[in-house]
T-cell receptor, first 115, second 115 residues
Framework: DADVTQTPRNRITKTGKRIMLECSQT?????MYWYRQDPGLGLRLIYY???????NKGEISDGYSVSRQAQAKFSLSLESAIPNQTALYFC??????????????FGPGTRLTVL | LAKTTQPISMDSYEGQEVNITCSHN???????ITWYQQFPSQGPRFIIQ?????VTNEVASLFIPADRKSSTLSLPRVSLSDTAVYYC?????WGYGGSQGNLIFGKGTKLSVKP
């Protein structure tokens, strides 16, 4: 979905380096999320934010940190990258619940390789 | 947190109807059932959502029995382009202090459609 952009799209880095993945959205949504996907493991939630002042840990937050700089921007940082953080990372956004639907809209993903 | 169980994989042929069942025995009163579709190297895309009985849209139907302990995603007359991973999520829409099951994707069901 072009309304949710992620940068970079691909990144190769070395063990111990600090890495930041950025997500921007033009949908005007309050809620933003970071997921990682590994082959055979599906998507796993890292962090989520329901508004600029709200940050919550997901299933696998260890080794990651996030920053919600504005409603439209949500960054994921790996302070000291390690090889098992090699994965496909997705950012998503959603509206606060209204009626019965709270749909998540996903970005195109960032493929991160840690050597 | 409502746990979901889906088949790991399914095979079908073009033109057939495909039914994917998801079990969620401990679904809570406020939980909705949401299905997403994911193609390789893309983020998941919302397909359909429901609370009870039957929901239909231009893409699929969702059947939910009275006890809501399971749900079935029905894809009519599948084509090769329906080959994807399908995720069943169960959770409430509010998030704050409640279930975040609607953020837990799990491993999904890999559907392969053959000519």
């Amino acid at each position: 979905d072009a309304d949710v952009t992620q940068t970079p799209r691909n990144r190769i880095t070395k063990t111990g380096k600090r890495i930041m993945l950025e997500c921007s959205q033009t949908k005007g949504h309050d809620r933003m999320y970071w997921y990682r996907q590994d082959p055979g493991l599906g998507l796993r939630l890292i962090y989520y934010s329901f508004d600029v002042k709200d940050i919550n840990k997901g299933e696998i937050s260890d080794g990651y940190s996030v920053s919600r700089q504005a409603q439209a921007k949500f960054s994921l940082s790996l302070e000291s990258a390690i090889p098992n953080q090699t994965a496909l990372y997705f950012c998503a956004t959603s509206d606060p619940p209204s009626g019965a639907t709270d749909t998540q809209y996903f970005g195109p993903g960032t493929r991160l390789t840690v050597l | 947190l409502a746990k979901t169980t889906q088949p790991i994989s399914m095979d079908s042929y073009e033109g057939q109807e495909v039914n994917i069942t998801c079990s969620h025995n401990n679904i809570a009163t406020n939980d909705y059932i949401t299905w997403y579709q994911q193609f390789p190297s893309q983020g998941p895309r919302f397909i359909i959502q429901g609370y009870k009985t039957k929901v239909t849209n231009e893409v699929a139907s969702l059947f939910i029995p009275a006890d809501r302990k399971s749900s079935t995603l029905s894809l009519p007359r599948v084509s090769l382009s329906d080959t994807a991973v399908y995720y069943c999520l169960v959770g409430d829409m509010w998030g704050y202090g409640g279930s975040q099951g609607n953020l837990i994707f799990g491993k999904g069901t890999k559907l392969s459609v053959k000519p």
